[in-house]
């Protein structure tokens, strides 16, 4: 057949006993490109069509619209039908705008669409819809989406429309280097414009060229970006780091004051857009502050840091400085530990220089521990006259000090002892008294219900006001008379007839310099339960044992420290004294002091007598010198 179109020839086949019959239009240049363009089969205007496409009519434009029609017939049921073919055009679009190119300080610019149809070779203009599609990757522009519709009429003498619409680029927009996507989509709407029935749907609406629904512009809007006639930025770019708040041998001692990272770049070539620097942390180190051109993300234990560099990055050095928060640093045994930091440096622009850059710090504990005990009054006294004497009342104090800035956390452990048989007991736990067994008992000195355990911890107090006052029910009488080879019993946990009571105290941690810790344990013991000492004056050496558990850092760390003391003991004596004894001795004393004073007397007065001070002399001499007086004053005889 002839062309169809004026632009591809078509080959039309009629297949009339395919089922009620049917039509197949091939278009192509050459045979063996035919493809199927059109299948028209049972054409249901009468259900009683048979045949349908036994014979073809040569194509003839009946309806004048430029494009052939055809006559199909069907033998069998006497019918023919015409074929109508619909305006196959073709679509032109023109995409400007204004400016044509971009600088980095440009706030908007105007796009000028502007669409042309053809029908054989002829201008023509019909209804179409346009969908705009702007920058929609990357979001730079104030719409993205947009739509336009064109309704052609009976009177248009246009054979081509354009369209004018500004865009505004969005003042967040940091990427230059990409240009602006601009696509325009063309579809036939189907729709016109009559004189005397308004807007309806065409009867023939035209078709695109080779059937397809849609055909798209498009355009691309660069930025101007001073890289040369290439577009293509090569950069150069250097970067360096140090650290601040850590050693000249980029030490850092663990628990002390946080650190920062400086970081330097420098581009020494071309502009390098959308430069950054990403930072891995090691784990348990976090930003203490966020700078505002900087974002914090986590990578399963790794801290990723991103920050801007620059867009462009020129010959200005750029100083980038993070805080580093290092307060979950806190453990002891990581002493001897390397942390790396890994730096990257990103950009869209070429670059010939440094690509990425490591840095390292090692961390060091610094620390000296230190226990101590204290017994404000150490010896104790009761007698064997008052046999319901009332419990004596005593108190040991531990205190804790450690120098360094490293965090220790601390389970220490104190022991307390009873003979067998002998009831020791803790003062006042939650207010009641109760008797120490030989067992093990744990409190968190932090908690509130620690009555008995009073813990005493201030940084900012000197240790010397953290050892509390000792306290007792008899104190100490220097006139008492103490057998010095009484036999002495020994309560301390190495004793092999004494039981131990162990009480487990949950300190807690010593983090800052200096930081210091007191704890204060009251005992009752009633004397008299030693049945056994009764007839003797007896000393008991009552001793608490202490020791520190060290949780962070290890012992065995600890015990490297320099002067580091992990252990101490308080030891209080009690004594047993006979009142009867006490009496005898006291009345001996008072008549042997009588005694030696007036021996005392004598001995001075002799010394006196001795010495003449008990002989008159000067009061004869006085009498002789009045005599003398008197006797020259009578008047002489003449």
């Known amino acids: 057949m002839s062309e169809m179109n004026l632009w591809i020839a078509y080959v039309i086949v009629g297949a009339p006993w395919d089922d009620n019959g049917a039509v197949y239009i091939y278009s192509g240049d050459i045979i063996s490109n035919l493809e199927i363009n059109i299948k ?8 009683t069509i048979r045949t349908f496409g036994f014979s073809l009519s040569n194509p003839v434009d009946i309806d004048d619209n430029g494009f052939p029609d055809i006559a199909i017939g069907a033998y069998l049921t006497g019918h023919a039908l015409v074929l109508k073919s619909r305006p196959v055009l073709k679509t032109e679009i023109l995409i400007t705008s204004r400016p044509r190119t971009l600088d980095r300080n440009t706030t908007n610019f105007l796009l000028t669409i502007c669409v042309a149809h053809f029908q054989i070779g002829k201008p023509t203009l019909e209804s179409f819809n346009l969908k705009i599609s702007v920058d929609e990757t990357f979001e730079r522009v104030n719409e993205t989406k947009n739509s336009l519709e064109h309704i052609s009429k009976w009177d248009d003498t246009l054979v081509t429309v354009c369209f004018d619409k500004y865009f505004y680029l969005l003042e967040s927009n940091k990427n230059f280097v990409d240009s602006i996507e601009v696509k325009v989509t063309h579809e036939f709407n189907n729709k016109t414009i009559l004189k005397n029935e308004g807007e309806v749907m065409c009867d023939l609406c035209p078709i695109e060229y080779k059937g397809v629904e849609s055909i798209t512009g498009e355009l691309n809007i660069p930025f101007n970006i001073e890289c040369g006639l290439d577009e293509v930025c090569t950069s150069s770019i250097s970067l360096s780091a140090n650290f601040t708040g850590v050693s000249e041998q980029l030490t850092w001692i663990i628990g002390s004051k946080d650190i920062s990272l400086e970081i330097i770049l420098k581009n020494e070539a071309e502009p390098a857009y959308l430069t950054t620097i990403s930072i891995d942390l090691p784990h348990n180190i976090y930003l203490s502050s966020v700078l505002p051109y900087c974002n914090e993300n986590t990578d399963g234990e790794i801290v990723k840091v991103t920050c801007d560099a620059g867009n462009p990055l020129t010959g200005t050095p750029r100083v980038i400085k993070i805080d580093l928060d290092m307060s979950q640093l806190n453990d002891g045994g990581l002493n001897g530990t390397t942390l790396e930091f890994n730096i990257k440096v990103n950009t869209r622009s070429q670059n010939n220089g440094d690509q990425h850059l490591s840095r390292s710090i090692l961390l060091l504990s610094e620390f000296v521990f230190d226990l101590q005990g204290n017994a404000h009054d150490k010896n104790y006294y009761y007698s064997t006259e008052d046999k319901s004497s009332s419990n004596i009342s005593f108190q040991h104090a531990y205190q804790l000090k450690k120098i360094g800035e490293t965090p220790i956390f601390i389970s220490g452990k104190l022991y307390k002892c009873s003979t067998r048989g ?102 009752s013991i009633n004397p008299v339960l030693w049945n056994y000492t009764q007839n003797t004056e007896a000393q008991v050496i009552f001793t608490t044992d202490a020791w520190i558990d060290v949780i962070k850092p290890t012992l065995e760390e600890i015990e490297t420290a320099s002067g580091s003391n992990l252990t101490a003991y308080i030891s209080t004596n009690i004594y047993k004294i006979d009142s009867n004894k006490n009496k005898l001795a006291s009345i001996w004393i008072i008549v042997g002091s009588v005694f030696l004073g007036l021996l005392a007397v004598l001995l001075f007065s002799f010394i006196l007598y001795k010495c003449g001070f008990f002989k008159r002399s000067k009061k004869e001499e006085l009498a002789a010198l009045k005599d003398e007086t008197d006797s020259m004053s009578e008047p002489s005889e003449l």
Not at 462 to 472: A, D, F, H, Q, T
């Open 422 to 523: 002998i009831t020791l007991m803790k003062k006042l736990v939650n207010y009641t008294p109760v008797i120490l067994k030989e067992e093990e008992e744990t409190y968190h000195l932090n908690v509130n219900e620690s009555k008995s355990l009073n813990l005493k911890r201030d940084i900012d107090q000197s240790p010397e006001k953290l050892v509390p006052m000792m306290i007792s029910n008899f104190q100490s009488q220097p006139e008492i008379m103490i057998d010095v080879n009484a036999p002495r019993i020994y309560l301390n946990c190495t004793s092999t007839d004494v039981e131990c009571g162990k009480i487990t105290c949950e300190i807690g941690s010593l983090n800052s310099d200096q930081d210091t810790g007191g704890l204060q344990l009251d005992f």
């Open 40 to 47: 028209v089969q049972e054409v249901r205007v009468k259900s």
